[in-house]
């Protein structure tokens, strides 16, 4: 069954200090990937996607994240963080169902604390 | 209005009431998705409707009746429910991948917290 692991529950950086949260999912086939946020009170935001073609995805707010195959992995970075990056994020992989719907599986998330 | 709309955006109430939440959404998508998201556990989908038609049920009691009249609504009605289903009901919404180079991804409207005392 298709999976998603985000490793860090929490994490907590310096305004201005660069950011790499993890994700490593589980999917049988060539897998759709997304990156989703959460400000509090909110719903999910999409910071990016993968599909196909170039591994490395650039999102909105300046963010990007490279999916590797070999390591099952599709993790976000940022080269600087600002104080409004505070969030709760989500990764999650795209199951297509008839129709060519997706069902996105999530993973628990990581929050992220900014420092001034 | 634009995206996903949801109503109301707090909801209490007793185990024994009846109460539905609604979706509306305004980007002429087709397909509708319900996922709840717990404090403890990461989003699980709900229920999918495609062209109306419920193409996904992930094993939700029956105390969850969505919905869906049309390709822009869905509704959620709750009954008898427990403590335990106090959370955060997201609605969804997207277009087949592929068509017109959309691929796909889901939009979200910013939930309905529901407590249940």
């Known amino acids: 069954a298709q999976s998603v692991t985000q490793p860090d529950i929490h994490i907590t950086v310096s305004e201005g200090a660069s950011l790499e949260l993890r994700c490593n999912y589980s999917?049988?086939?060539?897998?759709?990937l997304f990156w989703y946020v959460q400000s509090p009170g909110q719903g999910l935001q999409l910071l990016l996607k993968?599909?196909?073609?170039?591994?490395l995805v650039q999102g909105i707010k300046g963010f990007e994240a490279e999916f590797k195959r070999s390591q099952s992995s599709f993790n976000l970075r940022k080269p600087s963080v600002h104080w409004s990056d505070a969030a709760e994020y989500f990764c999650?992989?795209?199951?297509?169902?008839?129709?060519?719907?997706?069902?996105?599986?999530f993973g628990a998330g990581t929050r992220l604390a900014v420092h001034p | 209005e634009t995206g996903v709309t949801q109503t109301p955006r707090h909801l209490v109430m007793g185990m024994t009431n009846k109460k539905s939440l609604k979706c509306e959404q305004h980007?002429?998508?087709?397909?509708m998705y319900w996922y709840k998201q717990s404090a403890k556990k990461p989003l699980e989908l709900m229920f999918v409707?495609?062209?109306?038609?419920?193409?996904e049920n992930n094993s939700v009691p029956s105390r969850f009746s969505p919905e869906c009249p049309n390709s822009s609504h869905l509704f959620l009605h709750l009954h008898t429910l427990q403590p335990e289903d106090s959370a955060l009901y997201l609605c969804?919404?997207?277009?087949?991948?592929?068509?017109?180079?959309?691929?796909?991804?889901?939009?979200f409207g910013e939930g309905s917290r529901l407590t249940v005392l």
């Open positions: 999917y049988g086939a060539t897998p759709y």
């Open positions: 999650a992989v795209g199951e297509l169902l008839a129709g060519g719907y997706n069902k996105l599986i």
């Open positions: 993968y599909f196909s073609g170039d591994t």
């Open positions: 980007l002429g998508h087709n397909a």
């Open positions: 409707y495609n062209f109306k038609e419920q193409t």
């Open positions: 969804a919404s997207s277009q087949p991948y592929g068509l017109a180079g959309d691929t796909g991804e889901l939009f």
